[in-house]
């Protein structure tokens, strides 16, 4: 007997060689080939996140375009932060969202600065008139792999972009987070199963991991959930960008067991779990979509 509404994960989003291909830092999701699959054509809502406030970091591409797009669908407005050259990619995002009905705030700024995760925390929450969904998703990935080689300014810029900023903006939040609120963060399978290329990256992820369980303890009491997700290889511009060695882009996610990378649509309803009421008795949580790899 078959079933029709059964979809082989094998098969379901692009499984081919990609072709070679590279972008400098931060990449357009524009330009990459194929276009990565962020739910503009396919994510349905069903209002699990009706009247929600997010603040979405990376909402420009990849895992945090699909993020923004399926909170707009499911009835949240929502604010994005990305980088002043990724423009032209936010602005796409802006269209899906008020095409879905929701407000939308873009706000371009460089995480690194602390100054500008305070501003972003307060613009967003005063253009939205409230908070209540923080989904830290930015980050930066550089491939080396020889410690020798490994400079100095990438390792502090890759701290700088994927650690410090989550303590900033927690706290910048904490007086507009209400009980009920969703701190969602993104870590990675190199929290678990590190590269030997990721040195620095791997370990930041680690930190975010570990960092997410802290907080959820210290925020519990005010019924404020915290959890991160850890994906697997995904087609985004993080990759093309020298987040893998130039040789890996075509066989991107071939070894892994379901033999393919994923989708940032694969990830969007984790994020939307997370945040939403469902996800009452969840936190200190890492929820993998790492197409097989273990988180745990
Ligand atoms: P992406 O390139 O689409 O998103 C990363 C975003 O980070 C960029 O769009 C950019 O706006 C933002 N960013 C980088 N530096 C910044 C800075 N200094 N200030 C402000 N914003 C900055 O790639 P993605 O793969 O969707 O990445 C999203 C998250 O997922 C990252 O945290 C990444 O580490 C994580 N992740 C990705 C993969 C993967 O295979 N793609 C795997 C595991 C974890
Ligand atoms: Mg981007």
Do not use: C, H
């Amino acid at each position: 007997m078959s079933d029709e509404s059964l979809i082989n994960p094998l098969t379901k989003y692009f499984n081919q060689d990609y072709p070679n291909q590279s972008q400098p830092e931060p990449g357009l999701e524009s330009k990459l080939d194929p276009k990565p699959d962020a739910g503009e054509d396919s994510y349905q809502g069903s209002g699990q996140l009706k009247g929600r406030k997010a603040l979405i970091t990376g909402g420009d591409s990849g895992i945090g375009r699909a993020t923004a797009i399926a909170y707009a669908r499911e009835g949240a407005d929502v604010a994005i932060n990305y980088l002043p050259e990724e423009e032209s990619d936010a602005q796409e995002v802006k269209t899906l969202i008020e095409k879905a009905g929701q407000k939308v705030v873009l706000i371009a700024g460089d995480l690194k600065s602390e100054a500008f995760n305070q501003k972003l925390v307060d613009q967003a929450a005063d253009e939205l008139g409230g908070l209540d969904i923080l989904a830290l998703i930015a980050g930066k990935q550089q491939a080396a792999g020889d410690i020798t080689k490994l400079s100095t300014k990438q390792i502090k810029e890759t701290f700088e972009t994927n650690v410090y900023p989550i303590f900033w903006m927690v706290k910048a939040a904490m007086k507009y987070l209400k009980p009920g609120a969703s701190i969602i963060t993104t870590t990675s399978i190199q929290a678990y199963n590190p590269s030997p290329y990721l040195l620095d990256y791997a370990t930041t992820k680690g930190a975010i991991r570990t960092l997410t369980q802290a907080l959820s303890r210290q925020l519990a009491d005010k019924g404020i959930r915290v959890n991160t997700v850890a994906p697997g290889p995904i087609w985004t511009p993080l990759q093309v960008v020298g987040g893998q060695p130039q040789a890996s882009i075509p066989k991107f996610g071939q070894s892994k067991p379901l033999k393919r990378a994923g989708q940032p649509i694969e990830l969007a309803p984790v994020y939307v779990f997370l945040a939403s009421d469902k996800a009452s008795y969840v936190t200190g949580q890492s929820y993998g979509v790492t197409g097989g790899d273990f988180t745990n």
